[in-house]
């Protein structure tokens, strides 16, 4: 799916998990951050690549962003 998006013009900045244990290592180049890193990124949207757990990731985000008070970027989910 990175490729894929990169190849549509998508600016991506960087591929979250959940998992700590992930946090810093690359994939494709890309660095793999936390939500809450993400967040202070300021990025305009998230583009959820997992498909068994496309639903719960999307909640994830948008109420991570409401529980601040903060405007929900746009949130394109498999599934979704």
């Known amino acids: 799916m990175l490729t894929a998006a990169r190849e549509q013009g998508l ?19 890309y660095r793999i951050i936390s939500l809450e890193e993400t967040m202070r990124l300021d990025c305009d949207g998230y583009l959820v690549a997992s498909v068994a ?22 949130v394109l989910a498999l599934g979704g």
């Open 53 to 74: 757990f496309a639903r719960a990731i999307e909640e994830t985000i948008r109420r991570c962003y409401e529980n601040l008070h903060l405007r929900v970027p746009t």
């Open 11 to 29: 600016a991506i900045i960087a591929v979250v998990d959940s998992n700590p244990k992930l946090h810093g290592l690359l994939l494709l180049d």
